[in-house]
C-alpha cells in the first residue's frame, strides 16, 4: 500500500551536517501533514518539525537556526537538513505523515503513518 522510509542517517562528528530524506512511497496522490520525530535509548520521542502541504513549517525552538525541514512534492519527499550537530542530536530519527491519499484504484486515504527510522550518531 503505502510505506514511509528514511536514508540518510549516519555517523558524523560534532558541527557536521546530514540531510535525511523521507520517501512516501506507493500509488500516491498527496499527503498533508508530514513531520520528523527523534527518540533516544530510554528516552521519549520528541517531535523536531513539521511541513504542512502548503509549506507551512513549525520546528521546536532549540532547534531553530540548525534544523530545517522542506518537502518536495514531485518527488513525495520530505527532508531535515541537520547542521552544527551535537552529541545530544545522537537518536533514531522518525518520520511521519499525518494523512497519505493513495489510489487503490480509487482514491483512499491512511493516516499515522511511520516510517522504520534512521540512526544518526553525532561524535565528540
Known amino acids: 500500500q503505502v510505506q514511509l522510509v528514511e536514508t540518510g542517517g549516519g555517523l558524523v562528528q560534532a558541527g557536521g551536517s546530514l540531510r535525511l530524506s523521507c520517501v512516501v512511497s506507493?500509488?500516491?496522490?498527496?499527503?498533508?501533514?508530514a513531520g520528523w520525530y527523534r527518540q533516544a535509548p530510554g528516552k521519549q520521542r520528541e517531535l523536531v518539525a513539521t511541513i504542512t502541504s502548503g509549506g507551512n513549517t513549525n520546528y521546536v525552538e532549540s532547534m531553530k537556526g540548525r534544523f530545517s525541514i522542506s518537502r518536495d512534492d514531485a518527488k513525495n519527499t520530505v527532508y531535515l537538513q541537520m547542521n552544527s550537530l551535537k552529541p545530544e542530536d545522537t537518536a533514531v530519527y522518525y518520520c511521519?505523515?499525518?494523512?497519505?491519499?493513495?489510489?487503490?484504484?480509487?482514491?483512499?486515504?491512511?493516516?499515522?503513518?511511520w516510517g522504520p527510522g534512521t540512526q544518526v550518531t553525532v561524535s565528540s
Open positions: 506507493g500509488r500516491i496522490h498527496s499527503f498533508n501533514v
Open positions: 511521519n505523515a499525518d494523512r497519505v491519499f493513495y489510489w487503490s484504484p480509487i482514491v483512499r486515504d491512511i493516516t499515522n503513518l
